[in-house]
């Protein structure tokens, strides 16, 4: 079960920020502006979508959030501190799930935790009782002493949000966190991930090009396009600001400039189409 | 300071978790020195071509062997950096608050004890070819610090490259450029008095130098220091210091 103990440890919002603000941040790659004058809001507590076709700038977007990559301009604080000139504040309030799967194979998923436990400076006793609480929440109490490069992906991913949140960070960073896993896999990420939410009070952005995803999890969403944001809002209102029965993968073909799914089936393309006609 | 020994004890026992998991490959880099000792030391023993003084060719060469193997084991460190960067292990430390200092040094201590695990082997070939070795435990202490800062300097300066070109096959390419010039551009295994005057220039901007001639004083049975033990540790403590700050400066790159 999910212990209430620590909940407190949580560093929480005050009310009147925003959990991220960003101002005309820009990140160039030579010539390439991956990201470009992106100005968002994100509130405290609530899941926060970057959508975006491949190369949209989500990545790069996290990274800099993160403070792994320095911004080319602009200005951005997350957990009410500057990304730039406060670096080490920003981490100590954030924690972040790359794309690629970052859980080391060569060691044990305690042994993964105890890593994380130890980076983050948590005493022995309050690590050990976080790391099993970590465990028991993500389902792997009973994997915890194989080597990571056994488990599965799902259970890889889990692993890594145990990682990501055993220092109760108050912003959570998920890059594609269910990209590449089965149905069912997904579906036990996102419950955890809303178990989270409910649970740590956490605030999340998460990076996807799934629709389901985005409408299953997200409070809000930003759709990236190559490099700019074209269209934030609630899933709701980004469908009913479409048409009467637009899905969800008709608003991404809309704002995000092309269909999510590289195979994408001839009655796909023809809806699309339709919904691009509707929109004149 | 409490903090910087937590943070960096947290990177050392991950590394030692997984040297003892998979010992593979300190089995097969224990193979290259034990064939220069065994094959081209006992040779060139023979030949008597090489004046070392009061030693033998084969106690002459033996710290020199050692520090050869440090060099090559810790060289390649950064093969595993830029595994761990492909992976996202490294992006994992980096948004961590644990200062990129201790990350770093923490990667430099652990492969100190790659370079221990190979004097251990080395010690044990030269026993059993009869080299006399100094067997005095504050030598062998001594011996052990050597070691230890001999691989940081190698391993660090490894990771720096890893840094700078990112990519598996290029860092492959430049290892394999850097260290057979290093090792023959050193008084290995002749000493710097019968060099050409180029190479003993060359010879003089070689860390690896003043860590065999440091290991040449302190771990055989009449072997001297050429430049004296000051000057030896002195050159390598401060060409370990520089490496350091390069590399904090650069190892958050690798995240980008
Ligand atoms: N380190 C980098 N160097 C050069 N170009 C990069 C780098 N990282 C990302 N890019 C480029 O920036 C653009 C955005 O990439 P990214 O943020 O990874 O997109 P996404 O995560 O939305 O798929 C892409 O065109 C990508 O090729
Ligand atoms: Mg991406």
């Known amino acids: ?280 | 300071m409490l903090r910087f020994i937590r943070e960096t004890y947290a990177i050392v026992a991950v590394e030692l978790i997984k040297l003892i998991r998979d010992p593979t490959e300190l089995v097969s880099r224990a193979i290259q020195p034990l064939l220069w000792l065994v094959v081209f030391g006992q040779v060139l023993a023979h030949v008597r071509g090489i004046h070392t003084g009061q030693v033998n060719y084969l106690a002459f060469i033996t710290p020199g062997i050692l520090a050869q193997s440090i060099l090559f084991s810790a060289i390649f460190y950064g093969i595993a950096i830029i595994w761990e960067r492909d992976l996202g292990v490294v992006h994992k430390m980096l948004v961590s608050p644990a200062w990129r200092a201790s990350l770093v040094f923490g990667k430099a201590f652990a492969a100190g004890f790659r370079g221990i695990i190979q004097m251990v082997v080395i010690y044990l070939v030269a026993l059993v070819m009869h080299v006399s070795i100094r067997l005095d435990p504050l030598i062998i202490l001594a011996v052990l610090g050597s070691v230890m800062l001999g691989s940081g300097i190698f391993a660090t300066f490894s990771l720096i490259i890893a840094c700078i070109v990112k990519t598996r096959e290029r860092f492959m390419g430049i290892g394999q450029l850097l260290t057979m010039p290093m090792f023959f551009a050193s008084n290995a295994i002749y000493p710097i008095t019968m060099m050409p005057g180029w190479l003993r220039i060359a010879a003089q901007f070689n860390p690896l130098t003043y860590l065999i001639d440091a290991l040449r004083g302190l771990v055989i049975t009449g072997g001297t220091s050429v430049y004296g033990f000051g000057v030896d540790f002195a050159v390598m403590i401060s060409i370990f210091a520089v490496l350091l700050f390069i590399a904090v400066k650069l190892y958050p790159t690798l995240a980008e």
């Not at chain 1, 470009?36 to 491949?54: P, Q, S």
């Not at chain 1, 859980?103 to 130890?118: I, K, P, V």
């Not at chain 1, 959570?172 to 649970?199: C, K, M, N, S, Y």
């Open chain 1, 1 to 280: 079960m999910v212990p209430s103990s620590h909940m407190n440890s949580t560093i929480f919002e005050t009310p009147d920020r925003f959990a991220i603000q960003t101002v005309a941040l820009t990140r160039q790659f030579g010539r390439l502006t991956a990201v470009d004058h992106i100005a968002l809001k994100v509130h405290y507590g609530e899941i926060f979508g970057l959508l975006g076709a491949n190369g949209a700038g989500k990545s790069t977007m996290i990274k800099m959030l993160t403070t792994l990559l320095p911004p080319t301009s602009g200005s951005a604080e997350v957990g009410g501190f500057d990304i730039v000139t406060s670096p080490a504040e920003v981490r100590r309030r954030i924690g972040y799930v790359s794309q690629l799967l970052s859980a080391d194979g060569a060691l044990t998923g305690f042994e993964n935790l105890q890593l994380s436990a130890r980076l983050y400076g948590l005493d022995k006793k309050e690590g050990k009782a976080r790391i099993s609480d970590a465990l028991n929440f993500m389902g792997l109490t009973d994997s915890a002493s194989k080597l990571v490069r056994t488990y599965s992906g799902g259970m890889i991913r889990r692993l890594e949000l145990a990682q990501a949140m055993l220092h109760r960070p108050a912003i959570l960073f998920l890059d594609e966190p269910t990209i590449g896993l089965d149905p069912v896999a997904r579906h036990t990420v996102w419950d955890r991930l809303l178990d989270l939410r409910q649970h740590y009070g956490m605030t999340v952005l998460i990076t996807t090009h799934d629709m389901e995803e985005a409408e299953m999890l997200c409070d809000n969403l930003a759709i990236l396009h190559t490099g700019k944001v074209s269209v934030t809002g609630k899933p709701g209102e980004l469908r009913a600001g479409l048409s009467q029965d637009a899905t969800m993968d008709d608003v991404f073909a809309h704002y995000a400039g092309e269909a999510i799914h590289e195979n994408t089936m001839f009655g796909d393309v023809a809806r699309i189409r339709r919904t691009a006609q509707r929109l004149g």
